[in-house]
């Protein structure tokens, strides 16, 4: 190191220095500090260089974050801290309530009530509202249903035609509340893509979808349609007013 | 004792989401990838977290998690490898405040992008905040005096970077301005 700094290597130093952190209190920073402190135009340049990055961090931080990522991590929350949870010796308290619930009667069989369609609607179009990652991408509708199958997740689908007029995009196999969840994505006229999610009826007793009949539903600026088929029930999730899913299931 | 375990998963998710995300789409460019890794890091504080015996170091855990996956995911460990003790500081161009002051948040992100892989990751610890120097060196896993370096040389090309985006944003106004007095 050199004794002395000329003002261009003065400036080289400070512009790492940050107030507060002890790892920028060393000889050479402190050098640099003393002399910004008695040169009034390296005073001015400092402070302007840390107005420039104030300016910075705050535009940096203030960019947005997808509106679906919080949700997306509360669904998976709920799950991974359940199950973390079980690995950590949770396993024999869980077993003792169960095992109360059972001798007085109240044990309905699932470890918390079966979810409503409303609750399953609003998690699984949470995980969409940012394009999900497909474990398989192909325009073959066969070689998703063959993957999905293969996978243990609902297979035989009864594809509404309006949606099998589609290019599929891919396909992914999800859980929710420990039941496999089919979801193939289709590419949309716009460019956007359109969501079918299926699971086993059995699987989710309190849906109480009607068959045939799709049930839609806003969520916020996406749009859901949900009904049930003779094994499956499922929901097509998009985004955009009811028109823009009506036409798939051919009642406008 | 605050053991780490009792740091409620859900408090730690609404503290690190955003930084977390905002520090993986730095690395990956990409807003569905950043969203995975942001998912990834939390999924395995589910499954690991408890390991970690310090509760002061579950912020430094979170980002090298993050981070490890992106390498592991991209496989592109190699470009960080170092092959020198990169430790000279550069003096940055000048920009005056009141310039940055008016340039839009996405042109600041988008010179924070055009920087090369291995100032990038840097200058994002440097810009959020939250992170004192050897915490970056600790969740980069290089040495703090390249960490310093980096920084140095990364603010610098930022500046280049901004000074060239701004310009080629007001040419365009320009250019509309007299497109549309033209027509």
């Not at chain 2, 993986?24 to 390991?51: C, I, M, N, P, Y």
Request: glycine share 6%.
């Amino acid at each position: 190191m050199k004794d002395k700094m000329d003002k261009s290597e003065i400036r080289a130093v400070l512009s790492v220095y940050r107030p507060g952190d002890p790892e920028t209190e060393d000889p050479r920073l402190q050098q640099a500090k003393a002399a910004a402190a008695a040169d009034p135009e390296l005073a001015q340049w400092w402070a302007e260089h840390q107005e420039f990055d104030r300016i910075i961090s705050s535009k940096l931080q203030s960019g947005e974050v997808p509106a679906g990522l919080r949700s997306r991590l509360s669904a998976w929350e709920k799950r991974t801290v359940q199950r973390s949870n079980w690995n950590r010796g949770f396993l024999l308290a869980a077993a003792s309530i169960i095992a109360l619930a059972v001798l007085f009667g109240s044990w309905r069989g699932p470890f918390q009530p079966a979810p409503s369609l409303a609750e399953y609607r609003d998690e699984l179009v949470s995980f969409v509202k940012l394009d999900p990652p497909l474990e398989l991408r192909s325009s073959e509708i066969v070689r998703l249903t063959e993957f999905l199958q293969k996978n243990g997740a609902p297979s035989q689908l009864d594809i509404p035609r309006g949606l099998r007029r589609l290019d599929p995009a891919g396909c992914r196999t999800l859980r929710f509340r420990g039941q496999d969840v089919a979801l193939i994505c289709f590419k949309r006229e716009d460019g956007e893509l359109v969501h079918l999610f299926a699971v086993k009826r059995g699987a989710l007793p309190r849906l109480g979808l009607k068959r045939e009949t799709p049930e839609f539903a806003a969520q916020g600026d996406w749009m859901t349609a949900a009904w049930g088929g003779d094994d499956y029930a499922y929901l097509v999730a998009g985004k955009g007013d009811r028109a823009s899913l009506e036409k798939y299931f051919g009642t406008s | 004792m605050v053991h780490v375990a009792d740091v409620e998963f859900e408090r730690l998710v609404e503290d690190f989401y955003m930084p977390l995300y905002r520090f993986g789409l730095s690395l990956s460019r990409k807003e569905s990838e950043a969203a995975d890794l942001t998912q990834h890091t939390f999924l395995t504080w589910a499954v690991k977290g408890h390991q970690l015996r310090d509760p002061a170091k579950v912020k430094t855990w979170l980002f090298t998690t993050l981070y490890r996956q992106f390498l592991a995911e991209k496989r592109r460990a190699a470009h960080f490898v170092e092959t020198e003790e990169e430790t000279e500081f550069v003096e940055p161009p000048h920009f005056s405040p009141s310039v940055a002051n008016a340039i839009d948040a996405n042109i600041v992100q988008k010179a924070l992008l055009n920087l090369e892989d291995r100032y990038r990751a840097p200058v994002t610890l440097f810009y959020m905040q939250q992170h004192s120097y050897r915490e970056i060196a600790e969740i980069l896993e290089i040495p703090l005096g390249t960490v310093m370096s980096r920084i140095s040389r990364g603010k610098a090309e930022m500046r280049r970077s901004l000074d060239d985006l701004t310009t080629i944003e007001a040419r365009k106004i320009v250019s509309l301005t007299n497109e549309g007095q033209n027509g």
